[in-house]
């Protein structure tokens, strides 16, 4: 059974920066796209980056020149880089491969953007 770990959420102002990792375990990891997902209370979870096996990206627009998804296969992990953060980028991040079937959700790491 695959596992998902995320971390490195927190409270951060608007403009700053934070980096989001999810580490997975149970499973060839480099085969499979991965994303990152975020909620907010009351609304569906959305996509917000993905990335092939091969290194390949793609973004939400509302994040686009501003996140940055990778990933290391020798570590099993995929990373967020969030710069120049926003109120509204204020949910629960979570990963998970791209596609279904989705393994079971992680616990997510919370980010809020707030002075």
């Known amino acids: 059974q695959v596992q998902l770990v995320e971390s490195g959420g927190g409270l951060v102002q608007p403009g700053g920066s934070l980096r989001l990792s999810c580490a997975a375990s149970?499973?060839?990891?480099?085969?499979?796209?991965m994303g990152w997902y975020r909620q907010t209370p009351g609304k569906q979870r959305e996509m917000v980056a993905e990335?092939?096996?091969?290194?390949?990206?793609n973004y939400a627009d509302s994040v686009e020149g501003r996140f940055t998804i990778s990933r290391d296969d020798a570590k099993n992990t995929v990373y967020l880089q969030m710069n120049s953060l926003k109120a509204e980028d204020t949910a629960v991040y979570y990963c998970n491969r791209v596609g279904t079937p989705r393994w079971s959700w992680g616990q997510g790491t919370q980010v809020t953007v707030s002075s």
């Open positions: 990335i092939t096996s091969s290194g390949r990206t």
């Open positions: 149970g499973t060839i990891f480099s085969l499979f796209f």
